[in-house]
């Protein structure tokens, strides 16, 4: 039987593993997928490192920012040809094999057009850090002219710096420092707010307060004086996979009504939309190219937040 190359984690915890396995077949309803790129993305921290999803059958092949063409349709896999370039998104390298490989079998139903304009390495990040931050922030509430605050300016924040600005918002970047200022102004930021130098609630609040702001950075401690920053009705959303506990008083969301939640974007129409606005509107991710075979360091500088901005690994 012809052999693929791939990627797996054989345990929670347990190292990247470069091994060669049998290239899937598909079953009813499915297709195989020749793999042509892969994010790296934090969710991929839960196959690695396990916990949050006991139920991770291991050995597992990790990888939901998966783009590929279409090689081989299992039966009834409707509105499917062989030569499709496609994308696939979560769940991914989490309930079944994902895209470290050079092949991977995905339901039919999952899959999103990738438009022949699109590049196919850019392509791979909007189907999760793309999907998601557009998504929530679409769904915020916020009206053209009302403050969105980005908290952090990152892997997914300077897509959703980029979402914001063109949804006609009062775009404003929140960062430590200010390495990243010019970078998050030329992506769209109208203002940029250095969070070591002052104090971010009070900034925002002389904008009026926030009425959205979007967490990106896996930052805990960060979420208790942002809520402060808030206007009335203002809405903080956590789109970033944070660890530990939150601390958040009732007193705080009281005051203007204020309130918290968490977003996620998982299924295909979302990632279809973000596609398409972010042709239309010229949202660009910026990427780092690793081949499949330096896994580990592309995995290692995205959790270190070294990548400028998203990993994206070929075949």
């Given at each position: 039987?012809?052999?693929m190359?791939?990627?797996?984690?054989?345990?929670?915890?347990?190292?990247?593993?470069?091994?060669?396995?049998?290239?899937?077949?598909?079953?009813?309803?499915?297709?195989?997928?020749?793999?042509?790129?892969?994010?790296?993305?934090?969710?991929?921290a839960?196959?690695?490192?396990?916990?949050?999803f006991?139920?991770?059958?291991?050995?597992?092949i990790?990888?939901?920012?998966v783009?590929?063409?279409?090689?081989?349709?299992?039966?009834?896999?409707?509105?499917?040809?062989?030569?499709?370039?496609?994308?696939?998104?979560?769940?991914?390298?989490?309930?079944?094999?994902?895209?470290?490989a050079?092949?991977?079998?995905?339901?039919?139903?999952?899959?999103?057009?990738?438009?022949?304009?699109?590049?196919?390495?850019?392509?791979?990040?909007?189907?999760?850090?793309?999907?998601?931050?557009?998504?929530?922030?679409?769904?915020?509430?916020?009206?053209?002219?009302?403050?969105?605050?980005?908290?952090?300016?990152?892997?997914?924040?300077?897509?959703?710096?980029?979402?914001?600005?063109?949804?006609?918002?009062?775009?404003?970047?929140?960062?430590r420092?200010?390495?990243?200022?010019?970078?998050?102004?030329?992506?769209?930021?109208?203002?940029?707010?250095?969070?070591?130098?002052?104090?971010?609630?009070?900034?925002?609040?002389?904008?009026g307060?926030?009425?959205?702001?979007?967490?990106?950075?896996?930052?805990?401690?960060?979420?208790?004086?942002?809520?402060?920053?808030?206007?009335?009705?203002?809405?903080?959303?956590?789109?970033a996979?944070?660890?530990?506990?939150?601390?958040?008083?009732?007193?705080?969301?009281?005051?203007?009504?204020?309130?918290?939640?968490?977003?996620?974007?998982?299924?295909p129409?979302?990632?279809?939309?973000?596609?398409?606005?972010?042709?239309?509107?010229?949202?660009?991710?910026?990427?780092?190219?690793?081949?499949?075979?330096?896994?580990?360091?592309?995995?290692?500088?995205?959790?270190?937040?070294?990548?400028?901005?998203?990993?994206?690994?070929?075949?």
């Amino acid at each position: 039987m012809t052999k693929m190359k791939a990627v797996q984690v054989s345990k929670p915890g347990g190292e990247f593993e470069l091994v060669l396995r049998d290239v899937p077949e598909p079953a009813d309803s499915q297709v195989r997928i020749r793999v042509l790129a892969c994010g790296v993305c934090h969710g991929d921290a839960i196959v690695k490192e396990g916990g949050a999803f006991a139920n991770i059958q291991y050995p597992r092949i990790p990888g939901h920012e998966v783009v590929g063409i279409i090689d081989k349709l299992g039966a009834e896999a409707d509105g499917c040809s062989v030569g499709q370039r496609v994308g696939v998104g979560w769940p991914a390298g989490i309930s079944y094999d994902g895209g470290f490989a050079e092949y991977l079998i995905a339901p039919a139903n999952q899959l999103v057009h990738i438009p022949e304009e699109l590049d196919t390495l850019e392509a791979a990040p909007l189907l999760c850090a793309g999907s998601t931050t557009f998504d929530a922030l679409r769904h915020a509430g916020a009206q053209p002219g009302d403050v969105v605050a980005i908290q952090g300016v990152g892997g997914l924040g300077h897509l959703a710096v980029q979402y914001a600005h063109r949804m006609g918002f009062k775009t404003v970047a929140l960062s430590r420092g200010t390495a990243k200022e010019n970078v998050a102004r030329n992506l769209g930021a109208d203002i940029y707010i250095d969070t070591e130098a002052t104090k971010v609630d009070e900034e925002l609040q002389k904008l009026g307060g926030a009425k959205v702001i979007l967490v990106t950075a896996p930052n805990n401690k960060v979420v208790t004086q942002l809520v402060n920053g808030l206007g009335p009705d203002g809405k903080l959303i956590i789109v970033a996979g944070i660890n530990g506990p939150i601390q958040v008083y009732a007193g705080q969301l009281m005051q203007g009504r204020r309130s918290v939640q968490a977003w996620v974007a998982t299924t295909p129409g979302a990632r279809r939309d973000a596609i398409e606005f972010s042709m239309l509107k010229g949202v660009e991710p910026i990427i780092e190219i690793f081949p499949l075979d330096d896994v580990a360091q592309a995995y290692a500088r995205m959790m270190d937040a070294e990548v400028r901005f998203r990993a994206v690994l070929t075949m």
